[in-house]
Each structure stands twice: as C-alpha cells, then as structure tokens.
C-alpha cells in the first residue's frame, strides 16, 4: 500500500459527459500529479501541483483540468469525453518538505479505471 | 522532449533464468532515473532512483545500474512472483517524468 488513495476504482459513463476523479496523497506529501494510461500511449505525465499551486503541465487536453486544495487532496476534472479518454488515471504524491531537492519518489495510487461509451 | 526506449517489449524467462532490461534515454539535464514495478490494473510500485552514471542500487533480486545514455534493471534468479511489467522513468530539467512503454517479464516455473 503506498498510501495514495484515489477514487473511484471504477467509473463508466458516456460520451460527452464530465467526470471527476479524486487523491488523497500520502501524509506529508505536498506535490501531486496526475497520470494517463492507455494501452497504445503508456503512461503520460498529465499535471503536477504542489502546496496547491500548478507546478508542472504535461500532455494534458483543455478538456481536462485540475487543483489541489487546503488539505492537499487533488480532483481532476474531466469534460466533454470522448471514447478515446477511456483509461487508467493515475494519481501519485510525492513530498518536498525537505527542501528544494527535486529527487523525490513519487507514490503511486491503486487508479481510476474510466470507460466512457 | 526527453524520450525512455525500453527493450525487449516481453521477456519470457524460466525461474532462476538471469536476465537484464534495458532502458535508453535522452533527456535535457538528468535530475534522476526511475524505475517502477507494474501489475495488471494496478498503479506502478516504486523501485529504484538513481542519479548519475556509475550509480547502482539492489533490491532482493533486482539490481539496476546507470551510465550516461542507459540504465539496466538485472533481474537474478527469477522467481514466478517478480512477472510483473517494470518500466522506467526519466526526470530532466523540467522536473516531469517521461516513462518508457515497459518491459513486460514472465517467469515460468
């Protein structure tokens, strides 16, 4: 258990919906980023936050957004799904508290399996 | 843009078979290389960092090494327990990470 948990597990919806999935980082941690895998993409980087603040942006479409708030939990928000959105969303932290060093671990949580029909 | 090329896709080994994995990358100014263990429908377990060339770090029965343009993950006398896909991951200047496809290993017993 790396201590990263998401939700939900598992979310089916349709075309042109919005969804939001949810992370709770690890205690302590105070970066967070997000995650797309798909099987013909691999995982790619999407947004990072950290302390609440947008750190780093990745392959992430404007369908999709993010924040971070006071407790540190992130919410990624996506709109206007497509069938090509259908993957596993990922959620991992990471903890800077000990200064600038950028050589963190990140944590990795269980996932969002998302399908959209 | 950094790139991860990991080679083979799959490794097919039989239990206590030695092999090794290999990972390439070009990235803008190396913060540190990443390897993670993944199993079917779950999120990637972390492994290993290593930060420059000649670096090396062991675990149970995986050792990874760094130079300058790759990293190897060597995996010694393979148990069915470590089939498991194992990708890599690089953080360069811009502190993202970009992950390689995966080396997908089996070990049969």
Do not use: M
């Amino acid at each position: 258990d790396s201590g990263v948990t998401q939700t939900p597990k598992h979310l089916i919806t349709a075309t042109g919906q919005r969804v939001t999935l949810r992370c709770s980082p690890r205690s302590g941690d105070l970066s967070v980023y997000w995650y797309q895998q798909s099987l013909d993409q691999g995982l790619q980087f999407l947004i990072q936050y950290y302390n609440g603040e947008e750190r780093a942006k990745g392959n992430i479409l404007e369908r999709f957004s993010a924040q971070q708030f006071p407790d540190l939990h992130s919410e990624l928000n996506l709109s206007s799904l497509e069938l090509g959105d259908s993957a596993l969303y990922f959620c991992a932290s990471s903890g800077f508290s000990s200064g600038e060093s950028s050589y963190n671990e990140q944590f990795f949580g269980p996932g969002t399996r998302l399908t959209v029909l | 843009e950094d790139q991860v090329t990991q080679s083979p896709e799959a490794l097919r080994l039989q239990e206590g078979e030695s092999s090794s994995l290999n990972c390439s990358y070009t990235v803008s100014g190396l913060r540190g290389l990443f390897w993670y263990r993944q199993d079917p429908g779950k999120g990637p377990e972390f492994l290993f960092t290593l930060y420059s060339a000649g670096e090396e770090k062991e675990k149970e029965r995986l050792k990874a090494t760094l130079t300058k343009k790759e990293s190897f993950l060597h995996i010694t006398a393979p148990k069915p327990e470590d089939s498991a896909t194992y990708l890599c991951a690089v953080q360069g200047n811009d502190y993202k990470l970009s992950f390689g496809a995966g080396t997908t290993v089996t070990v049969r017993a």
